[in-house]
């Protein structure tokens, strides 16, 4: 009986070995749960936390300077230097009457030394260290904002794809609704040949027809399983992911409002810490001018036997005062930190005009996306329409077959615009919220902010035919009272 299970199993590993599962069983997400896993899990994002964890421990180093600094040394040396050898025997305190006699003092013999020393310092005013902790906290944040703006650009990647999948997901169905229609029209025309009323070349071209839609609803499904994996890179897997079809819940809001959340991106912020940093830079070059007070001591044994023994001990404590009183350098750097301070203030201010220039063309461009989508789905009516009648003057031999895939031909690229101008639109909602640096906190908190909104939602009809609805509930002339909330 065991060995028929040991059997079964590693049949069954064979067969999935050998057939891998197909990208149709994917994990299915939402996209919120995408988001949440991709924070946690990105490559890119786990690189570079580490990196942000590297920096902080500069603040650990900087304020270490203010602590204690011990340190123990060694030294084994032989030596028959006059000078090195009267000190040596100094310090071992075997120092006798003999040793002043002249041959001794100018031809010493060969003396070793064992010496041992600790050795203590201790900072007790030093604004350069203080400056130097200040400018280390100040790096660390730079680093948290531009960490939480790479977060915010991977919820931007995220979307990205999810809509990617819903759009590779439409059009593998306009794809095989296009196959459904050329299959018909293939009955149509051999219906026709067979009853005497249409020619052998119809039914070709018909065949063709249906041989072309069976290539492109193909490549919509090899289009679709790309876009899977593509989602599943971006989480940290090499298994492809579904995603749930739901809205993304991005909502139009007043362009006053992605104005004012806009000022406050990371981007923004790590500019003004660079400011800051700049500033505490410039501090820490003057610092240079200011003294530096500190105590020490050491203690020490020397033996010319062997090491660790004490023939003589010695020890000395005392305080320092450091104080750079001329360095000609010192100007020169001060005026380069003031330079570094102004280069940085003026990349904020550019930066600042910067972000509301890409707020406001995102905002402008949903507008135009929103027309184009309203043109497209006008485009798919008329298509569809004309190719009713089209089909219908073809069954009763007053239009050619050419007429018919031709117009054929049209609706299935009225279908493909209308699918390219939805994802359109929904990309450049998710780039003006990305731009206003709110995107994954709206997709993951779903804030509405209390305010009136205007917002973008598409549903699919009974046909399964994608319509847009653009409902507006934002009223233009709103009041005082909107615009408090809004700020």
């Avoid at 001018?289 to 010695?314: K, V």
Wanted: aromatic fraction near 8%; proline fraction near 3%.
């Amino acid at each position: 009986m065991r060995a028929k299970i040991i059997i079964s199993l590693l049949i069954a590993f064979t067969v999935f070995s050998l057939f891998p599962v197909h990208s149709s069983y994917a994990q299915t997400l939402t996209l919120k749960e995408a988001i949440e896993i991709a924070l946690k899990e990105n490559p890119s994002l786990k690189a570079y936390s580490w990196r942000l964890k590297g920096v902080k421990e500069e603040r650990a180093i900087a304020a270490s300077h203010r602590l204690p600094s011990i340190r123990l040394e060694h030294r084994i040396s032989k030596t028959d230097n006059p000078t090195y050898a009267f000190m040596a025997k100094l310090n071992q305190e075997r120092f006798t009457q003999q040793d002043f006699a002249i041959d001794s003092l100018n031809s010493p013999a060969p003396i070793g030394d064992f010496q041992t020393s600790i050795r203590l310092s201790l900072p007790l005013y030093a604004p350069r260290i203080s400056i130097g902790i200040e400018l280390a906290e100040g790096k660390g944040k730079a680093e948290e904002a531009l960490f939480r703006e790479r977060e915010e650009r991977t919820a931007l990647e995220v979307l990205k794809a999810y809509l990617s999948i819903r759009t590779a997901k439409a059009y593998l169905e306009a794809a095989e609704k296009g196959l459904q229609d050329a299959t018909e029209h293939r009955k149509i025309a051999e219906s026709r040949y067979r009853n005497g009323l249409g020619l052998y070349s119809d039914l070709l071209r018909t065949e063709v027809a249906v041989k072309k839609m069976e290539m492109e609803v193909e490549r919509a499904r090899s289009g679709l399983d790309i876009a899977k994996y593509g989602l599943g890179l971006l989480l940290g897997r090499t298994d492809p992911v579904d995603v749930k079809d739901e809205s993304a819940g991005l909502n139009l809001n007043p362009v006053e409002f992605f104005m004012n959340a806009s000022m406050k991106k990371e981007e923004i912020k790590y500019m003004k810490t660079q400011v800051g940093n700049a500033e505490r830079f410039l501090r820490l070059q003057k610092a240079a001018l200011l003294p530096e007070i500190g105590i020490g001591g050491s203690y020490q044994i020397n033996d010319h036997r062997s090491p660790l023994r004490a023939e003589g001990e010695s020890y000395m404590v005392g305080a320092f005062l450091r104080w750079n009183i001329l360095d000609p350098t010192i100007p020169a750097k001060i005026r380069k930190a003031e330079a570094g301070v102004n280069e940085a203030s003026a990349a904020l201010e550019g930066l600042k005009k910067a972000v509301r220039f890409r707020v406001i063309k995102a905002y402008r461009q949903i507008e135009e996306k929103k027309k184009n989508l309203q043109r497209a789905e006008a485009s798919v009516k008329e298509a569809e329409e004309a190719l009713r009648l089209v089909r219908l003057r073809y069954k009763n031999s007053l239009a050619p077959v050419v007429d018919l895939l031709d117009t054929e031909a049209l609706l299935q690229k009225a279908r493909a615009e209308r699918i390219k101008a939805e994802n359109d639109l929904q990309m450049a909602l998710a780039e003006l919220y990305y731009q206003s640096g709110i995107l994954r906190e709206s997709i993951l908190d779903k804030r509405t902010d209390g305010i009136k909104t205007r917002y973008f939602q598409f549903d699919r009809d009974s046909k399964g035919v994608s319509s847009y609805h653009a409902l507006m509930i934002w009223e233009k002339n709103r009041d005082m009272e909107t615009k408090e909330e809004i700020q």
